[in-house]
């Protein structure tokens, strides 16, 4: 069996100016370095709005600190005319890792479709970026479809003509579930994780199935993180509101210690 190495990942959306991203980032240094932490067994990464990322890099740099970093969105294309719009290879040459594509306020706010979702994906790829792709039901869909159909449907889309071997991050958020404070259950998202393995490994190979990290993401806080990385198929969190509370995120990335196998 392949062992994952479980992923926390922090989603800051449109929070914190580069000067706050900065402080923000060497206090979670501190707490981690005063709690004896090392952060091998966890990667940690952050999500910080695009003007914080030349700032994030230079001192993750500096001090040799042990998180990755990553965009929270993406162009499909790779240079041009398209206003606003950031390229991955960009964001490659800032030193990121990741960058998150398909995010369910991306899907809402900008109505951006499984279509854009996918041809994001690939750009990232093309230019060695891990996509973190986004899936989730919102309420009605819920309601309406059960939890799983429309992750599912929302992920063989994304995957459609991705490389078999390709890095990839899955995070289901259940829509309902972000900046809600109602989490799902452990037992709902271990689920809804289980069938997205499945498209991964439907869609690309078994392989890709067995080693991709699956995420659950929506209101993960300190006190629900251990049920969720206990359960077989749920590999980290991808945390909004908690990521930019230090003490709290801190303590996130420090589920080990809580959690007995
Ligand atoms: C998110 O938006 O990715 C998210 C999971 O938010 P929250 O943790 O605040 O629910």
């Known amino acids: 069996m392949v062992a994952r190495?479980?992923?926390?990942?922090g989603n800051w959306k449109?929070?914190?100016?580069?000067?706050?991203?900065?402080?923000?980032?060497?206090?979670?240094?501190w707490i981690l370095k005063d709690a004896k932490f090392p952060v091998t067994d966890v990667d940690v990464a952050f999500f910080p709005p695009f003007t914080d990322i030349r700032s994030v890099q230079t001192l993750i740099d500096s001090d040799g600190l042990a998180f990755a970093f990553g965009g929270q969105?993406?162009?499909?294309?790779?240079?041009g005319a398209h206003t606003g719009d950031i390229s991955a290879l960009f964001l490659k040459k800032l030193?990121?890792?990741?960058?998150?594509?398909?995010?369910?306020?991306?899907?809402?706010?900008?109505?951006?479709?499984?279509?854009?979702?996918?041809?994001?994906?690939?750009?990232?790829?093309?230019?060695?970026?891990?996509?973190?792709?986004?899936?989730?039901?919102?309420?009605e869909d819920l309601e309406k479809f059960g939890p799983s159909?429309?992750?599912?449907?929302?992920?063989?889309?994304?995957?459609?003509?991705?490389?078999?071997?390709?890095?990839?991050?899955?995070?289901?958020?259940?829509?309902?579930?972000?900046?809600?404070?109602?989490?799902?259950?452990?037992?709902?998202a271990q689920d809804v994780c289980a069938a997205l393995r499945g498209v991964i490994g439907r869609e690309m190979s078994t392989?890709?199935?067995?080693?991709?990290?699956?995420?659950?993401?929506?209101?993960?806080?300190?006190?629900?993180?251990?049920?969720?990385?206990?359960?077989?198929?749920?590999?980290?969190?991808?945390?909004?509101?908690a990521s930019l509370d230090a003490e709290e995120f801190a303590k996130i990335v420090q589920f080990p210690r809580h959690v007995i196998a």
């Open 5 to 9: 190495k479980p992923l926390i990942a």
């Open 14 to 29: 449109m929070n914190f100016d580069h000067m706050r991203a900065i402080a923000f980032v060497q206090k979670i240094s």
């Open 73 to 79: 969105d993406l162009s499909p294309h790779d240079e």
């Open 95 to 139: 030193g990121c890792t990741y960058v998150i594509v398909g995010h369910s306020e991306r899907r809402q706010d900008h109505h951006e479709n499984d279509e854009i979702v996918a041809a994001k994906v690939l750009a990232a790829l093309k230019h060695g970026l891990v996509p973190v792709i986004c899936v989730g039901e919102t309420a």
């Open 149 to 188: 159909a429309v992750p599912v449907t929302q992920l063989t889309a994304a995957l459609r003509a991705i490389p078999a071997d390709a890095e990839i991050v899955v995070a289901y958020e259940p829509v309902w579930a972000i900046g809600s404070g109602k989490a799902a259950s452990p037992a709902q």
């Open 207 to 241: 392989d890709a199935a067995a080693s991709t990290r699956v995420l659950y993401g929506g209101s993960v806080k300190s006190g629900n993180i251990a049920s969720f990385v206990r359960e077989k198929d749920i590999d980290g969190a991808l945390v909004g509101g």
